[in-house]
Structure formats: C-alpha cells, structure tokens
C-alpha cells in the first residue's frame, strides 16, 4: 500500500511538473512570438539579382532585376533590447525570388546585355540595432546590422563587365547548403506607418568565384501592432 501510494504521489508530481513545464513554455511562446509582434502591409520598389566576382582577378559583374513595384507582407517579433541604452535584437526573416536581366555596366546604370539569372533565396539574420524614439509608443527611428544565415539556388549567367575580355560566366548553385548571411536595415516610424529600406543576403565562394545573392526594398506600409 505504502509502494502504491509513494508511486501515486510521483505520478502526481511530475504530472504536475511537466503541465507547469508545458504551459510556462506556452506562456512564452505568446509573450515572445505575439504580444508585442508586429505584421506590416506596405507598397514599394524592390531590387534582386547576384553579384559575381572572379576570385584570380577580382573581375565582376551584376545582374539585376529591378524597378519592380511590389507589395510587402512581414511579420517582426518585439525586440529584445540590451542594457545598452536604445540598443537592441532583432530577426529578419525573408523568402524572395529573381528573374533578372539587366547588367550593371556602370555605377547604377543597366543594360540588356542579354545574359539572364533566376533564382530563389530564404534567410534568418539576427540584426542587432540602433533606436531613436520610443517603440511603445510607436514613433521612433532605427537603424541595424546583422549577420546569421542563408540557402540559396540560382542559375544562369553573368558577363563580367569590368574585365577586359567582357568574359560571359555560368552560374549554377542547385544544393541547399548553408551559407552566411548579412542585412542592413533603416527604418522610420511615426504611430501605425512606417518607411524601410532592407538590404540583405546570402553569399556562396567557390575556388574560382564568390557570389553575393542581393534583395534591395524599400516600401511604405501600415502596421499592426499585437
């Protein structure tokens, strides 16, 4: 009797540990991922492609696709702010995709040179910031760097148009391996609306090349705040 009763009040107890357990980790969860969340819908302009550079000479090329007018959907999760006075965490996370055709052949000027590259990349980049303003309130300012990781897959070709044969390149990255990488973000704020300009993702070297996958936006958007 006394076994039966030792094992009930076992039960009982790590039954009870293990519910605490579920529904503390449950508590955080919301805490984190939705109270204090934000979901944007914004209208702007966005630029994607790959920036190819040939390791022996440092010979590059740019292919873009750009201009394009896109709407915006994103989700933030409340930062997480340091003891630093007004620094602090947060994720970018994104899915994007290109189809480009337009070479760099000078400083922000493009052409149809007719190579083309298509591709698709995802990443999730901690960014660590600097604000300006109060977010509770909702008018605030902010800019941040950030380093974390990618995959990205992508084919095509490029012509390196600063060498001096004008070579025309192949790109092929099939896999899905991980890769480093980075963003820069700005943003301002007043109340529910907010402007932002987002450069970031992932790079990939080889022996004979380093590719730098690139996703430019900036929008105008509305956001909720949960």
Not at 24 to 51: C, H, M, P, S
Not at 131 to 153: F, H, K, M, N, P
Not at 169 to 195: K, M, R, Y
């Amino acid at each position: 009797m006394k076994t039966l009763m030792l094992s009930a009040l076992m039960f009982a107890f790590f039954s009870g540990s293990t519910a605490a357990r579920e529904m503390a980790f449950n508590e955080w969860v919301y805490d984190y991922f939705v109270n204090g969340a934000t979901l944007k819908l914004a209208l702007g302009t966005r630029q994607a492609g790959i920036r190819v550079i040939r390791n022996s000479d440092k010979a590059e090329g740019r292919i873009v696709q750009r201009n394009e007018e896109s709407y915006f959907l994103s989700y933030s999760t409340r930062p997480i702010f340091f003891s630093i006075e007004n620094m602090g965490l947060t994720f970018a996370f994104n899915f994007s995709s290109f189809n480009a055709g337009q070479q760099e052949i000078a400083r922000d000027v493009f052409a149809d040179l007719g190579t083309r590259a298509s591709g698709e990349f995802y990443y999730v980049v901690p960014t660590v910031f600097y604000q300006w303003g109060d977010y509770i309130s909702g008018s605030y300012a902010r800019v941040g760097i950030g380093l974390g990781a990618g995959v990205a897959r992508f084919n095509g070709n490029v012509q390196l148009t600063d060498s001096a044969t004008q070579d025309i390149v192949s790109l092929s990255q099939g896999g899905a391996s991980l890769t480093f990488a980075s963003s820069f973000i700005a943003e301002a704020h007043w109340h529910n609306w907010g402007l932002t300009l987002n450069v970031a993702g992932p790079s990939y070297e080889t022996d004979a090349f380093t590719y730098n996958v690139e996703d430019i936006s900036v929008n105008l958007g509305y956001q909720f705040v949960f």
